[in-house]
């Protein structure tokens, strides 16, 4: 860095951080970081590092507008001091932290899992735009942002969606054009997924599905509008508030068990399932909604464990899906190991604070084991 720096700039350096001099700390930053960027494809390791240790004690008190500046600065850098890109991906304040969560590599992925879970929205959208986004993070993303953070990750080729994500995305497609315009373009879109999302539209914007999406999928959109109505009869919005208070009952009763809750399924009541398994699994109803739509049972079976149902119970919850084809009984045998191996702890840690995605390395971990 000496050969770099002047003896001037080092020695007003060190004279700005041990004073309160924040106008001057302020220039000083601007003044090292553009000697960072101008440097930086050939500072060694080392001096990276020196670089990292002065740009976090400058960056100590400034002011908003500057720290914003600073990380737009270095966001779109090859090398970047790893310490600073951290702290400022972690800021409080989404205008300071957005351009490195959205564009920066090096911020660590369990520091997105964790900025994922913990900061608001203008945060998770800004994640949501990154170049790839893993099945983990979308994951989070999905459970815990707004509308605005569904269409960044529906319209991010780069964001992989497991079948939960799916299902949370096509239920807020229902609502939200854009969300569905955005998903029927993905090239990497089940087909399962499109014949779920076509069913579930208004046929009014089914024409406009057209133009978004790519030919492969044009035909089954052209065969719904020809049809007049969709293939499949779009889930109702639905009110909880009596399936609520009898499952809250039953509970209290010490009622609330297999034998409930099988019955809720065998007679076709779908909003009592769904509000028994918020009950035990002890998660908003918001959860489970979309794991009992989706197509891939997955997410369903890691909440039927999650509530410490039995396997029957189980069988009986996803055979009686309101509106769902028949499972194939192999893919149910395919999930009875998984719901065999999978722990109970494991399972309500999952529902309740984690992502299918982990579920699925935690099982194939599991199987592998055994």
């Known amino acids: 860095m000496t050969a770099i720096a002047s003896t001037d700039l080092i020695a007003e350096l060190d004279h700005v951080l041990g004073a309160s001099l924040p106008d ?3 220039q000083m930053l601007r003044q090292v970081a553009g000697l960072f960027i101008e440097h930086a494809h050939r500072l060694s390791e080392r001096q ?17 507008r500057s720290l914003t500046m600073l990380s737009r600065s270095f966001a779109d850098l090859r090398s970047v001091p790893r310490e600073l890109a951290r702290r400022l991906a972690n800021h409080d304040d989404a205008d300071v932290a957005a351009p490195i969560l959205r ?21 998770l959208c800004a994640i949501a735009g990154r170049k790839t986004v893993d099945r983990e993070l979308a994951d989070i993303l999905l459970m815990r942002g707004d509308s605005n953070v569904a269409r960044a990750l529906a319209r991010n080729p780069g964001a992989v969606i497991d079948g939960a994500g799916f299902a949370m995305l096509v239920e807020a497609a ?29 046929p009014r914007l089914l024409p406009r599905l057209v133009k978004c ?3 492969s999928a044009q035909s089954a959109i052209r065969i719904a509008i020809e049809a007049g109505t969709p293939r499949a009869v779009a889930r109702k919005i639905v009110n909880y508030e009596d399936a609520q208070a009898t499952v809250k009952a039953l509970n209290k009763a010490g009622q609330l068990n297999d034998s409930s809750v099988n019955r809720f399924a065998m007679r076709g009541e779908h909003s009592n399932v769904v509000a028994a398994l918020a009950q035990l699994a002890a998660v908003p109803i918001e959860t489970i909604e979309p794991l009992m739509e989706a197509a891939d049972i997955t997410g369903l079976i890691v909440a039927c464990r999650a509530s410490r149902l039995n396997w029957d119970t189980t069988v ?55």
């Open 24 to 26: 001057r700390r302020e």
């Open 48 to 64: 990276i590092e020196m670089f990292d240790d002065i740009l976090i004690r400058l960056a100590e008190g400034v002011a908003l």
């Open 103 to 123: 564009q920066c590599d090096c911020v660590p992925d369990a520091d997105l899992v964790d900025i994922a879970w913990m900061r608001a929205e203008g945060h």
């Open 174 to 202: 229902e609502r939200d054009e854009d969300i569905a315009c955005s998903l029927i373009s993905r090239g990497d879109l089940p087909p399962r997924v499109l014949d779920d999302l076509i069913a579930r539209v208004p």
């Open 213 to 215: 999406a790519p030919p």
């Open 316 to 370: 009986a919850i996803v055979k009686n899906r309101e509106g769902k084809p028949a499972v194939a009984a192999k893919e149910l045998d395919g999930v009875r190991h998984m719901f065999d191996a999978l722990s109970l702890s494991v399972a309500q840690r999952t529902i309740r604070f984690g992502s299918i995605t982990e579920l699925t390395a935690t099982f194939s971990a599991t199987a592998g084991e055994r």
